[in-house]
C-alpha cells in the first residue's frame, strides 16, 4: 500500500453521510490521508490539483452522494460510492432533463462504482457497467459484550417519546393528542413496566421512506401482542433536529396508515415512538440494549441498522432479500416471509427504469416472525447471536472493509502508475 496516495470525499447527500463518515475512518486507519471536496468539479487543471495533493501522489476521488450531486475531480481516478436498492437503473432522459436522471450515463462518468451488496453488483453489471465493486460502508466498533447490557430506559430516558395514537375521525383531535401524550421516554417506560419488564423490539427508521414498510411493522406487532402482551416496540425515528415528535408523526406515519385506517381510532401503548438526537456510540447503546432488532424493509442497497445489530450482538428479525442476501442466513436471525412482486419503477424511485421487483412484507408475516422470535429458547437465541457476530467480523467491521479498501487501493495505484510511465 503506498502511503503517499491521498484520497479525497465529494459532496454528500444527507442520507449517505453516515457511511461517507466511515469509508474515512477505514481510509485513515490505512494510512491514507483524506481530503474532503465539496466542489470536485471546480478543479480542473493541474495548478489546482496541487491544492489538494503533491504531484507524486495518487489521487483517488471517493464520491459519496445521490446521482444528481455526483461530479467527477478531474486529474484524479474517480470511484462513484452509490446506494441503490432495486434491479434495474435508468439509461436514457427526455428532453430538458438533467442528465442526471440518466444513472448509466452518470456513472458511465466514473473509473469504478463501490456498492453495498452483491445484488446491486449484479443489477449495475447487466445494465452494461463493467467495473464494479462490492466495498460496503464499515460498521463502527461496538460497545464491549462482556460489560452489562444497557438498559434502554439509560440511554433514551429523557428522549420525548409517544405511543402509538391516531384519530382519524378527527385529525384536530389526533394531533393534539399526540402532542399531549408526548413524554420523557423513562416516564412512558415506567408506566408500560409496572407490570413487569417488557420484551424491547427496536427498529430505526426514517418514516417518510416507504421502502422501510415500518407499516408492517406495527400492525403486525399489534397482532403479536394480544398473545405476547408483555412486549414493546420502539420505533426510533431518524429526521431533521428540528422538527418536533408530532410533525414527524403526522406529516409522515399518518398519512401512512390513514389509507389503512380511514375512519377509527388506532392506539396501543406497545408501540412508541421516539424521536431525538442521539450520537454514534450512544445510537450503538441502543441497538444493545434491545432484546430484537426488526426490519420490514421492501428493497435494501445495504441496510446499516441491520448490520450494526448483527455486530451489536442483537438477534435480528428481518426478511432475507436484495442486500440482506449477502449477509442473514435462517442460521444468524429469525427470518421473515416476503414475497417478489413487479412495481413501477418511476413511482417507487422518481427514475423511468420500468417495471422492477419489490419484495413484499406483510403483517401477517411480521407477527409470525415475531411469534418465532418468541418460540425459540435462549440458547438457540444465543447461537444465531453469535452466528451473527462472526458474519460481521472480517468483512463487514472496520478491519474487513479496509483490507478490501485497501485491495482496490492497491490495484488502482499499480494501473496509475503503469500509466504514467507509459
Known amino acids: 500500500m503506498h502511503r503517499d496516495e491521498a484520497a479525497s470525499v465529494g459532496a454528500q447527500h444527507s442520507s449517505l453521510s453516515i457511511a461517507g463518515g466511515r469509508y474515512v475512518t477505514a481510509c485513515e486507519r490505512l494510512g491514507v490521508r483524506t481530503i474532503p471536496v465539496r466542489r470536485p468539479e471546480i478543479y480542473g487543471s493541474e495548478v489546482s490539483r496541487r491544492f489538494l ?3 507524486k501522489d495518487s489521487l483517488i476521488h471517493l464520491a459519496v452522494g445521490d446521482y444528481a450531486s455526483l461530479r467527477v475531480l478531474k486529474s484524479a481516478y474517480n470511484i462513484a460510492c452509490v446506494a441503490w436498492e432495486y434491479d434495474a437503473i435508468s439509461s436514457t432522459t427526455f428532453d430538458r432533463e438533467s442528465p442526471w436522471k440518466n444513472q448509466l450515463w452518470t456513472l458511465g462518468l466514473f473509473d469504478e462504482v463501490w456498492v453495498g451488496a452483491s445484488f446491486v453488483k449484479e443489477a449495475f ?3 452494461g457497467l463493467p467495473k464494479v465493486h462490492v466495498v460496503p460502508p464499515p460498521v463502527p466498533e461496538c460497545p464491549e459484550f462482556d460489560q452489562t447490557k444497557p438498559k434502554i430506559e439509560e440511554i433514551i430516558g429523557r428522549s420525548p417519546c409517544a405511543p402509538l395514537l391516531f384519530d382519524f375521525t378527527n385529525w384536530d ?3 393534539r393528542l399526540l402532542t399531549e401524550n408526548t413524554v420523557e421516554f423513562v416516564r412512558f417506560f415506567g408506566s408500560v413496566a409496572a407490570a413487569g419488564r417488557p420484551k424491547v423490539y427496536l427498529t430505526i427508521v426514517n418514516p417518510g421512506d416507504h421502502r422501510k414498510n415500518i407499516e408492517a411493522s406495527m400492525l403486525g406487532f399489534l397482532r403479536f401482542v394480544q398473545v405476547h402482551p408483555n412486549s414493546l416496540l420502539v420505533i426510533k425515528m431518524v429526521a431533521e433536529r428540528d422538527r418536533t415528535l408530532t410533525d414527524v408523526v403526522w406529516n409522515t406515519l399518518r398519512v401512512q396508515l390513514e389509507r389503512l385506517f380511514q375512519r377509527s381510532l388506532l392506539r396501543n401503548d406497545a408501540v412508541v415512538f421516539v424521536h431525538d ?3 454514534e456510540k450512544r445510537l ?3 441497538v444493545r440494549s434491545a432484546d430484537f432488532y426488526l426490519s420490514t424493509s ?13 455486530a451489536c450482538g442483537t438477534n435480528v428479525i428481518s426478511p432475507i ?5 449477502d449477509y442473514l442466513t435462517d442460521d444468524n436471525c429469525i427470518p421473515c416471509r416476503s414475497r417478489k412482486v413487479a412495481v413501477d419503477g418511476e413511482t417507487v424511485t422518481g427514475y423511468r427504469i420500468g417495471a422492477v421487483s419489490r419484495n413484499e412484507v406483510t403483517s401477517e408475516d411480521v407477527a409470525d416472525a415475531l411469534a418465532k422470535s418468541a418460540a425459540l429458547p435462549p440458547r438457540e437465541l444465543e447461537r444465531r447471536r453469535r452466528n451473527a457476530l462472526a458474519t460481521i467480523a472480517g ?3 472496520i478491519g474487513g472493509v479496509a483490507r478490501s479498501i485497501e485491495s482496490r487501493f492497491e490495484e488502482i495505484c499499480d494501473r496509475l502508475t503503469v500509466a504514467a510511465e507509459a
Open 53 to 55: 495533493a503533491a504531484e
Open 277 to 279: 438526537f442521539l450520537e
Open 298 to 310: 421492501f428493497a435494501e442497497g445495504a441496510n446499516l441498522p441491520v448490520l450494526e445489530a448483527m
Open 125 to 127: 453489471q447487466r445494465q
Open 321 to 325: 432479500h436484495t442486500a440482506m442476501a
Open 173 to 175: 383531535q389526533s394531533r
Open 395 to 397: 468483512r463487514y467491521d
Open 284 to 286: 450503538l447503546q441502543l
